[in-house]
């Protein structure tokens, strides 16, 4: 029984000493230190808009003096009679009508080729276009773009490898691997998704 009353004793000093403090914590206040850091003072910085600057005076606008000029009259183009011109409205005094001199003129009509004029070369612009499609861009050149390799050319395109990838395989070389449990991994396949005989 000693053991219980020095047990409530020490518990009974300890609740006092302990609202002893608190009692001391919240009515003494401790004295002020001394401020010996630096003051720092807010500043509030207002950012007004720049006032509008006033327009700028209007320009003049000076219109050019017309001057008289002696007045001329119309001299008329000479047009050559063609059964086409017959069929049209007769032209205004102020229109001209152009009609080619000789058939030879003619853009649409036959030109046959002389041993000066220049041929194009099919086969030289192949040889080109197979050396310049092998280069790189000249633009990326010295760029981080540049550095990065280009993708390699794709004979087919992705819906053609998805097809490909997705056809079913030989049942005999599809569970080659598994040993003895291969009948049983072909039964556990489903209907149309296994391997097919």
Request: proline share 13%.
């Amino acid at each position: 029984m000693p053991n219980r009353r020095g047990i409530a004793l020490g518990v009974g000093v300890s609740l006092l000493l302990h609202g002893a403090l608190i009692y001391l914590w919240r009515h003494v206040q401790p004295a002020a230190l001394p401020d010996a850091a630096p003051r720092v003072e807010s500043i509030a910085v207002w950012i007004r808009p720049l006032a509008a600057k006033p327009p700028p005076p209007p320009v003049e606008v000076v219109k050019p003096k017309r001057e008289a000029k002696p007045v001329s009259k119309p001299t008329r183009a000479t047009v050559r009679e063609t059964p086409a011109a017959a069929t049209t409205p007769a032209a205004s005094p102020q229109a001209i009508t152009v009609v080619p001199a000789s058939p030879a003129a003619n853009p649409d009509t036959f030109r046959q080729e002389t041993p000066e004029t220049p041929k194009f070369d099919m086969e030289a612009a192949k040889r080109t276009a197979r050396k310049m499609a092998g280069e790189r861009d000249p633009s990326k050149v010295g760029t981080a773009v540049g550095q990065i390799p280009d993708k390699p050319l794709q004979t087919e395109t992705q819906l053609a490898r998805d097809i490909a990838q997705g056809k079913r395989g030989d049942c005999r070389t599809a569970y080659s691997g598994a040993g003895l449990l291969a009948p049983v991994l072909m039964l556990l396949d489903k209907k149309d998704s296994g391997c097919k005989w």
